[in-house]
T-cell receptor, first 112, second 116 residues
């Protein structure tokens, strides 16, 4: 157990819909990262937050948005969903000194 | 910009044998972290080993060890006495240690098959 909690674990929805993925980082971790992994693909960095502020943006579509709340949990909002958005979405957290990323189990999104 | 390259999309190893997965990276920084992550069929991302660039000694974790060549910007993973449970996708990753944005850059992965 990495200590990073993601909900929901699985989500099936239709094209055009909107979903919200939630992440609770490890206790004490201020940084939250979101990654997208399509089937048999690598990890695509979407966005990073540090203590409530956006720190870095990767290949995140305009239809996607995220935020980190005062209690440090984070949400990734995906709207106007397309078939190609079907993927495993990972949240990860890290602590300033330790270096490594700790990953949640991912939220598997299927868009039909 | 930093890049991470894993040139072996797929590797196979016989059970109990040793295999080495390659990773090269490009950076102009002198202080950074390097990692190997394992992703088994469950798709959970599991940290295998990490290396801090300022440490010359190669990291080891039980059957897993790295060959860190800073000048050559190479960071290979050696798995000894391979087991069936080692079958997974392996990702090499880089993270800067300088203050500011701690962006992690992942390679494209190497799929390791372990043959019984």
């Amino acid at each position: 157990d990495s200590g990073v909690t993601q909900t929901p674990k699985h989500l099936i929805t239709a094209t055009g819909q909107r979903v919200t993925l939630r992440c609770s980082p490890r206790s004490g971790d201020l940084s939250v990262y979101w990654y997208q992994q399509s089937l048999d693909q690598g990890l695509q960095f979407l966005i990073q937050y540090y203590n409530g502020e956006e720190r870095a943006k990767g290949n995140i579509l305009e239809r996607f948005s995220a935020q980190q709340f005062p209690d440090l949990h984070s949400e990734l909002n995906l709207s106007s969903l397309e078939l190609g958005d079907s993927a495993l979405y990972f949240c990860a957290s890290s602590r300033r000194g330790s270096g490594e990323l700790f990953f949640g189990e991912g939220s598997r999104l299927t868009v039909l | 910009a930093q890049t991470v390259t894993q040139s072996q999309p797929e590797m196979s190893v016989q059970e109990a044998e040793t295999v080495t997965l390659s990773c090269t990276y490009d950076t102009s920084e002198s202080d950074y972290y390097l990692f190997w992550y394992k992703q088994p069929p469950s798709r959970q991302m599991i940290l295998v080993i990490r290396q801090e660039a300022y440490k010359q000694q190669n990291a080891t974790e039980n059957r897993f060890s790295v060959n860190f060549q800073k000048a050559a910007k190479s960071f290979s993973l050696k798995i000894s006495d391979s087991q069936l449970g080692d079958a997974a996708m392996y990702f090499c990753a880089y993270r800067s240690s300088s203050s500011g944005t701690y962006k992690y850059i992942f390679g494209t992965g190497t799929r390791l098959k372990v043959l019984a």
